[in-house]
Every structure is written in structure tokens, then in C-alpha cells.
């Protein structure tokens, strides 16, 4: 069964500073890979997705991950921290196939200083 | 533009009652599920479904029953509600049919506390 880890439960950044949010996963397939973002009080929304094509994906905000298979990582980051940025993040897997579900970690809350 | 919807955003029960928490989409999904979402646990999916008719257990389903009759509706069931179950329920639509490539839609979320 798929897994997600999340190393570092708060990460605080200062404003400008770059943003790294750690992200390893297991899988006994080749994984489907997502981040979401959640702002207080709210659901959540994808940042961006790896479906198996370029293993350096774009998503919204200026975010960006890379898939590295050799580390099972999928690692989030944005080389410049705005205060909008403080939110929780979740790392998520799928493994596709037709009954497939899709496992969250267990977060990391994002701080921005000032 | 309705999205995913779930009710109630908030209700409180007594330890054993029973209830149902809503949610319906408007998009045609085929994707439904039912995650809670507890601090420094993150999100831990209980049930899901890929089509009418058609669901199965996550990660936490003991406690929940659901049934999904119609395409648009998926909704939770708690048999005898614990104070363990006090938590903030989302619910959860992708458009995929089989083989999951797609971006969940989120509900706004429903907080149940259990005395």
C-alpha cells in the first residue's frame, strides 16, 4: 500500500527566503505525486501534480517539485517566501489502476516572517 | 458553480447518537471520498468510490458506513458516534472513471464534535 512521509511537521521562512517542504513516498508502482495546499479554515487545493511526464513540475504561486525515483522523493519548493505563503501543505500519492484511492501525509504548516 | 458541497459545516452529538453528513457534486464525477483530517495527522481517507454503486474502505473506515446511489451523492453515515470521531470531515470528488491521474475537489468541510 502507497505511503507519504513528510519530514518537519513546521517549517518557518523568512519573507524572500527560499521554501523547501520535504516529501517521501512508497509505492509499489510508479506513483501518481501531489501537492495541495491548505489556507486556515478552507478545503484544499492542488498545487501541482507528476503523472509520469517531465519529472520537474510547474504549479501555481511560483511552486514548483521534483519526482527523483532513485530517493522515492517529491519535494516542494519556491525560491522566494511571500507572507501569502503561510498555509499547510500535504504531500499525497496515488497508484492509479480502477479502484485506486489517493493517501495524504500528514502535513507541514508553512510560516513566513517578516 | 456548486463544486462539492457538504453539510452541515458544523454539528455536535452525544456519544452514541447516530448521523449523516452530506455531500453532493455538481461536476459529474465519477471519484468520491471521505477523508478526516486531525492535527499532525493530515488527511486519512475512511471511504471511497469510483462510480455508483461501487465503493470501498481507506485508511480509517471502522465506525462510518457509506453508500453511493446516484452519481452526484456520497454520503457518511456515523453508526454510534465516539468522542474519537470529533474531527473535520472533507469530502472529496475527482472526475477520473478508473486509474487515478486527476486533482481532488474539496469541500469546505464539515467540524463534528462528539461529547
Known amino acids: 500500500a502507497q505511503s507519504v512521509t513528510q519530514l518537519g511537521s513546521h517549517v518557518s521562512v523568512s519573507e524572500g527566503a527560499l521554501v523547501l517542504l520535504r516529501c517521501n513516498y512508497s509505492?509499489?508502482?510508479?506513483?501518481?505525486l501531489f501537492w495541495y495546499v491548505q489556507y486556515p479554515n478552507q478545503g484544499l487545493q492542488l498545487l501541482l501534480k507528476y503523472t509520469s511526464a517531465a519529472t520537474l513540475v510547474k504549479g501555481i504561486n511560483g511552486f514548483e517539485a521534483e519526482f527523483k525515483k532513485s530517493e522515492t522523493s517529491f519535494h516542494l519548493t519556491k525560491p522566494s517566501a511571500h507572507m501569502s505563503d503561510a498555509a499547510e501543505y500535504f504531500c499525497?500519492?496515488?497508484?492509479?489502476?480502477?479502484?485506486?484511492?489517493?493517501?495524504f501525509g500528514p502535513g507541514t504548516s508553512l510560516s513566513v516572517i517578516p | 458553480n456548486a463544486g462539492v458541497t457538504q453539510t452541515p459545516k458544523f454539528q455536535v452529538l452525544k456519544t452514541g447518537q447516530s448521523m449523516t453528513l452530506q455531500c453532493a457534486q455538481d461536476?459529474?464525477?465519477?471519484?468520491m471520498s471521505w477523508y478526516r483530517q486531525d492535527p499532525g495527522m493530515g488527511l486519512r481517507l475512511i471511504h471511497y468510490s469510483v462510480g455508483a454503486g461501487i465503493t470501498d474502505q481507506g485508511e480509517v473506515p471502522n465506525g462510518y458506513n457509506v453508500s453511493r446511489s446516484t452519481t452526484e451523492d456520497f454520503p457518511l453515515r456515523l453508526l454510534s458516534a465516539a468522542p474519537s470521531q470529533t474531527s473535520v470531515y472533507f469530502c472529496a470528488s475527482s472526475p477520473s472513471s478508473g486509474g487515478y491521474t486527476g486533482e481532488l475537489f474539496f469541500g469546505e468541510g464539515s467540524r463534528l464534535t462528539v461529547l
Open positions: 509505492s509499489s508502482v510508479p506513483p501518481y
Open positions: 499525497a500519492v496515488s497508484e492509479g489502476g480502477a479502484y485506486d484511492k489517493v493517501i
Open positions: 461536476m459529474n464525477h465519477e471519484y
